[in-house]
Each structure stands twice: as structure tokens, then as C-alpha cells.
């Protein structure tokens, strides 16, 4: 029996099937159509939803495997990358193990973009992809749930109901994670706490730590089962946050009125902009394997944070958020232009989501 059926990616033999039923998808080819013919005519509607179903049928005809599919994805990130960033770089690839597999914990800055560039690098570099860890909140549209699954997404229960639901969700999701990474010897992506970070600082989420034990407690030690996993902290840095200003203004009015709703499928749009928008630079390094003994949650968190914090890359422009905060001068002019395009309200906090990383590392010196 399938004891992770309802969670796991899709296997080779499902991806035919998947891929014919989200062609047949009236929600799939409407949002194909409504992202790149968004400026064309209502009543082409008809005819571009033919020709994009034609053009799919085609795409797919080579598509018989996950990799098949993958390899699909890596040319649109080839696309990606040339026309969204300056410069993407990777540092610490090399210390990777090809024979194992690991579970990379990473800050979360982009909804898609994090695991995607984690991918491409390890793709470039002869390594196997990594299954990624999604939330149940972004998959509300059951063809989203089918893409990203195909692409070796799994489910991560965040609406589980009740306190038994959500314990039963988290043990399977413990046990997924560790079966994959010591059975299959495969990569996985994690955040290192649920949902981005918004006002630009890194930390990780203990609970998220506890889970991986879950399903290891009656075996082993709390020290025994981290050092099983393979685990690698990645920090990942964006010079630009295409987002930015979207979430200065959840930021700003939680702190208004205590409160923010999201619009339906507001975290698509967030996964279109982060994709679409530029980023500039972008740095990926993979930290050292965590090989210690780490004998509670907390002390594991703690290396976590301050290899992701050291790692993370810092750009002119976090220095000069920072320089304007405390009052100086920033000789920064690119800076300076984009933060006239931004609303008065919201450029204090904008400010601080950009120095919040360089405070994080200046710290961490401390």
C-alpha cells in the first residue's frame, strides 16, 4: 500500500494521464490564456484555447517521465534567468554528495522561485532535483496541485482540521521525508518555516524541526535522526525582490489594523510576479552538512540560522536601506529611484524588510 499516495509526487507511470487531463482542464487553458494573451480580446477566447491545447498536445507528445518534464521546466528557467536576473551564482555545490540525499532547509523569499533556482543548480550540476515541500493553501486550483506534483512537489497538510487530523498530517509528512531521503536517497527542499519572510528576516521554525522526529521517535535518538537526514542549510538571495512592495503592504496593514486578507488566489498572482519580475542578482549557496550532535530542536535551529544568516548575500541596496533608517546618506541612486516609486506609507517598511538581513548579519558577527 501507498502509504504516501495522497501527498508524494507523481511516479513516471502516472505523468501521461496527468498530463492529458490537464490539457481536457477548462481552468488550466483559461489561465494559459489569461497570462499570456491577458491584453487580447474576449471574444478570441475560443479560438486561443484551441491553439493552445494544440500547441500542449505537442509539448507533451515528448513529455514520458518526470525528467521528460523537467527537462520542459529547465527551459523556461533558461528563459527565465536571461531575461528576469543579472547574474545567478552558486557557492558551495561542490560539497554536495551525489550519492545521498539531503534535506536542504532555505529561507523563503519567492513562492516558486526558491526551489526552482535550488533545482536548476543542482540540475546544472549533475545532481538529482529535489522534491519540494508545498503547502495545501496554494494548491486550491486542482490543476496547480497536478503541475506542481508532476514536478516532484509534495504536500505539505497546513489545512488539516482538529488536533488529531493535523498530528496524523504531520506524522505522515515525518515519515515521507525521512523515508526519501534514507530509502529513495533522494534531494528535498524545505522552508524553514512556513510561509515567506516578509519583513526580510531568517528564522526557523522549531516546529517544523519537531515534525522531521515524528516519525522517528520510538526508533532513535532526537541526534541520531537529524544526523540521518542529510541536512544542509541553503540561503537564498535576491538582489531585487520583485514582491517587494506587495509585501510591504500586508506588512503595513497588519501593523495598521492587526489584520490581512489574502484575495482568493493571491498567492498565484505572488508566484506570476515573483517569476516575471526582475531580481537582478542572485546568489544560492548550499552550507556545510550538519554532521553534529544536536540533542534538542532549539540547538539544531540555532545552527540553521546562523549558517543561513551567514551565508546570505548582501547587496548595495540592503546597505543603503540600512543607511537611511538610521538616518545618513545613501549614495545609492538606483536605490533612491526605485523608493520615489514607492507610497509614502509604505517606505519605512520597505526600508526595513531591506535591512533587516544586513542587522541579521551584523549580529551574528556581534
Request: proline fraction near 4%.
Amino acid at each position: 500500500m501507498d502509504q504516501f499516495h495522497d501527498i508524494r509526487p507523481y511516479n513516471d507511470d502516472e505523468v501521461a494521464k496527468v498530463l492529458a487531463n490537464l490539457i481536457n482542464t477548462p481552468d488550466f487553458i483559461d489561465t494559459i490564456i489569461g497570462f499570456r494573451f491577458k491584453h487580447w480580446p474576449t471574444f478570441l477566447k475560443g479560438p486561443l484555447a484551441f491553439f493552445v491545447k494544440l500547441v500542449l498536445k505537442r509539448q507533451i507528445a515528448k513529455i514520458h517521465n518526470v525528467h521528460d518534464f523537467q527537462s520542459l521546466v529547465k527551459g523556461y528557467m533558461d528563459r527565465m534567468i536571461k531575461t528576469t536576473t543579472t547574474e545567478v551564482e552558486y557557492r558551495g555545490i561542490e560539497k554536495l554528495d551525489k550519492n545521498i540525499g539531503h534535506l536542504f532547509i532555505s529561507n523563503h523569499r519567492d513562492i516558486a522561485m526558491d526551489p526552482a533556482f535550488v533545482n536548476y543548480g543542482l540540475y546544472l550540476n549533475g545532481l538529482s532535483t529535489v522534491r519540494i515541500a508545498i503547502g495545501d493553501n496554494l494548491l486550491r486550483r486542482p490543476f496547480v496541485s497536478d503541475l506542481m506534483r508532476l514536478n516532484k512537489s509534495f504536500i505539505v497538510k497546513r489545512s488539516a482540521n482538529g488536533v488529531r487530523e493535523m498530528m496524523a498530517a504531520f506524522n505522515q509528512l515525518s515519515g515521507y521525508i525521512n523515508h526519501s531521503v534514507e530509502n529513495d536517497s533522494c534531494n528535498l527542499w524545505i522552508a524553514q518555516k512556513e510561509g515567506r519572510a516578509k519583513d526580510g528576516l531568517d528564522k526557523t521554525d522549531p516546529a517544523i524541526i519537531k515534525m522531521f522526529y515524528m516519525s522517528k521517535k520510538k526508533k532513535m535518538s532526537f541526534a541520531e535522526a537529524m544526523k540521518s537526514l542529510n541536512i544542509v542549510p541553503v540561503s537564498i538571495s535576491y538582489e531585487y525582490d520583485p514582491c517587494a512592495l506587495d509585501k510591504a503592504g500586508e506588512l503595513f496593514e497588519k501593523a495598521e489594523t492587526g489584520n490581512y486578507e489574502k484575495s482568493e488566489f493571491e498567492d498565484i498572482d505572488s508566484i506570476k510576479n515573483g517569476i516575471v519580475g526582475q531580481k537582478g542578482k542572485v546568489v544560492v549557496t548550499f552550507g556545510d552538512q550538519i554532521t553534529e550532535d544536536f540533542e534538542t530542536p532549539e540547538d539544531l535551529v540555532a545552527e540553521i540560522d546562523r549558517q543561513i544568516i551567514k551565508n546570505y548575500e548582501i547587496y548595495p541596496r540592503n546597505k543603503s536601506a540600512l543607511a537611511l533608517l538610521n538616518g545618513d546618506k545613501s549614495d545609492n541612486q538606483e536605490f533612491e529611484h526605485y523608493l520615489s516609486n514607492c507610497p509614502q506609507e509604505l517606505k519605512q517598511t520597505l526600508l526595513q524588510m531591506y535591512a533587516n538581513p544586513l542587522i541579521q548579519k551584523n549580529q551574528l558577527v556581534d
